[in-house]
């Protein structure tokens, strides 16, 4: 059922960091973007013929703000990163209509992961991989809705099957983050203990 894999991940998402992640100003941000979204992915409307979702309008709006105050060539570097994984989000589209290709694998884990492994190759930085996805992920929505727009196969813009994609990508992203982030704090406590012992206190 398509919608499935966004609404698990999401309200997963949204218990975990409501009730297990310490009180903070970002944890009340994430929570309530992460709701707006749930109630966004409900929200459908059509502008000239064109269905369109609310969260993938929502999405890209926080994706914006995301980089907002990137300039100069960090900038251009975002621009760059975020089209080479909407073309890549696109042209997966495009190569799974128009070739005779059978996907023995589910096409959601087939594109979630390549979509991550781009974000993750492209944003070295974890704290700019969410802004690559998001924006990644609207912009070759975009890309699939007007190149499918005057053909055969019209198609909703951010239809919860591309919902589908997005949760999978973002929630493998988030995955090995954290799994960086583990690997991180286990060498600082390592490396602290070494200090530790090569410098005994003195009796």
């Not at 907002?68 to 251009?76: D, F, I, M, Y």
Request: a positive charge; one cysteine or more; charged letters at 10%.
């Amino acid at each position: 059922m398509s919608g499935g894999y966004f609404f698990w991940f999401a309200w997963t998402s949204w218990i975990v960091i409501t009730f297990f992640v310490p009180k903070s100003k970002v944890r009340t941000k994430l929570a309530v973007v992460l709701l707006l979204l749930i109630i966004m992915s409900g929200i459908q409307f059509t502008i000239g013929g064109q269905a369109i979702n609310a969260s993938v309008i929502f999405l890209q709006m926080i994706g914006y703000f995301l980089v907002r105050r990137s300039k100069g060539t960090t900038l251009l570097y975002v621009c760059m990163g975020t089209w080479v994984i909407a073309a890549a989000y696109a042209g997966f589209h495009f190569i799974e209509v128009f070739d005779p290709v059978v996907l023995i694998v589910d096409r959601i884990w087939l594109l979630g992961p390549i979509i991550a492994v781009l974000v993750l190759l492209l944003a070295v930085d974890r704290r700019k991989r969410f802004s690559f996805v998001i924006l990644g992920f609207t912009h070759g929505e975009w890309l699939v809705t007007f190149g499918f727009r005057h053909s055969y196969h019209p198609v909703e813009l951010g239809s919860f099957a591309s919902l589908d994609v997005f949760m999978v990508s973002s929630f493998l992203i988030a995955c090995w983050s954290a799994l960086e982030w583990l690997a991180t704090w286990i060498a600082s406590i390592t490396d602290r203990r070494k200090q530790t012992s090569s410098h005994p206190s003195a009796s």
